[in-house]
């Protein structure tokens, strides 16, 4: 397989970015979408903040988006690369930043608001995974290992479109790159180090149903940060709660979140 066809962005896996109006326009919004996921879970909310007049970047991370192979040429530093990148530009453009994340996207945002407590206004969170021991059944046992058979196997089994509304499907892959997912784990180490610097303020969402991730997630959060915590619980939606039931009260609150802190 060439590298062109490993890089190519499949269809309704592309980021989306756009200018705010009005008396907005000088807040910013970088969106994080989750790990094997794609853009295609966060730009339906980053519309939903663009037309309310904030600047939004919805990202794509590198390797996603395109095939589980890609994938496995990028490491957790890339990831939290382009992460920080968007911040970056996004905070030279705006007067106040907030970031907003799906799954393992609120590691990389985490990370961003814990080295720039000064630039980051608020964070909301969707089921966040930022614990290496954090993911439900299965998976839970083979992240430690990781790192050990990456070089032996290619992948594992998906964990895409835990999601309750049938209607809705999740553009992930079908396949977990492994290599890449092994690298992860000195990543949430790090992250562990670094949340007691976390302080902006922060909006949680833990969907009742989540069969992807493990409460302990939510519990590490609570037990480190210093920000003040608001949360809600989705009691009709799965793990990619942003295409589920309850997306629009997401969208919602994360728009009254951002009026109160802005």
Same mark, same amino acid.
């Given at each position: 397989m060439t590298q062109d066809v490993l890089d190519r962005v499949k269809p309704g896996c592309e980021p989306f970015a756009a200018e705010g109006s009005g008396e907005n326009a000088r807040i910013g919004v970088v969106l994080v979408h989750g790990f094997t996921g794609s853009p295609d879970s966060t730009?339906?909310? &980053?519309?939903?903040? $663009?037309?309310k007049g904030y600047r939004v970047n919805a990202i794509r991370l590198p390797g996603h988006g395109t095939t589980w192979q890609d994938a496995n040429?990028?490491?957790? #530093? @890339? =990831?939290?690369g382009a992460a920080d990148q968007a911040f970056a530009? +996004?905070? *030279? #453009?705006?007067?106040?930043?907030? =970031? +907003?994340?799906? /799954?393992? *996207?609120? #590691?990389?945002? =985490?990370r961003i608001a814990a080295e720039n407590p000064a630039d980051v206004a608020g964070v909301?969170?969707? $089921?966040?995974?930022v614990r290496a021991d954090g993911v439900a059944s299965w998976q839970r046992h083979i992240v430690p290992i990781q790192k050990y058979v990456a070089k032996i196997i /290619?992948?594992?089994? *998906?964990? &895409?479109s835990d999601i #309750? @509304?049938?209607?809705?499907?999740? =553009?992930g892959y079908e396949k977990v790159p492994v290599r890449l997912a092994a690298t992860l784990v000195a990543g949430f180490q790090a992250l562990r180090e670094l949340l007691p610097d976390v302080v902006a303020p922060i909006q949680l969402h833990l969907s009742a149903l989540d069969h992807v991730l493990a409460p302990n997630n939510a519990e590490l959060i609570r037990a480190t940060v210093r920000s003040p915590i608001e949360e809600f619980s989705l009691d009709r939606s799965c793990h990619v709660a942003t295409l589920d039931y309850d997306a629009e009260a997401i969208f919602e609150h994360s728009a009254s979140f951002i009026a109160e802190h802005a």
């Amino acid at each position: 397989m060439t590298q062109d066809v490993l890089d190519r962005v499949k269809p309704g896996c592309e980021p989306f970015a756009a200018e705010g109006s009005g008396e907005n326009a000088r807040i910013g919004v970088v969106l994080v979408h989750g790990f094997t996921g794609s853009p295609d879970s966060t730009v339906p909310w &980053a519309r939903h903040l $663009n037309e309310k007049g904030y600047r939004v970047n919805a990202i794509r991370l590198p390797g996603h988006g395109t095939t589980w192979q890609d994938a496995n040429t990028k490491t957790f #530093a @890339d =990831l939290q690369g382009a992460a920080d990148q968007a911040f970056a530009d +996004m905070r *030279g #453009a705006t007067e106040r930043v907030f =970031l +907003m994340a799906q /799954s393992f *996207g609120a #590691a990389l945002a =985490l990370r961003i608001a814990a080295e720039n407590p000064a630039d980051v206004a608020g964070v909301v969170l969707v $089921n966040p995974w930022v614990r290496a021991d954090g993911v439900a059944s299965w998976q839970r046992h083979i992240v430690p290992i990781q790192k050990y058979v990456a070089k032996i196997i /290619s992948n594992v089994p *998906g964990v &895409a479109s835990d999601i #309750a @509304d049938p209607a809705k499907e999740e =553009l992930g892959y079908e396949k977990v790159p492994v290599r890449l997912a092994a690298t992860l784990v000195a990543g949430f180490q790090a992250l562990r180090e670094l949340l007691p610097d976390v302080v902006a303020p922060i909006q949680l969402h833990l969907s009742a149903l989540d069969h992807v991730l493990a409460p302990n997630n939510a519990e590490l959060i609570r037990a480190t940060v210093r920000s003040p915590i608001e949360e809600f619980s989705l009691d009709r939606s799965c793990h990619v709660a942003t295409l589920d039931y309850d997306a629009e009260a997401i969208f919602e609150h994360s728009a009254s979140f951002i009026a109160e802190h802005a």
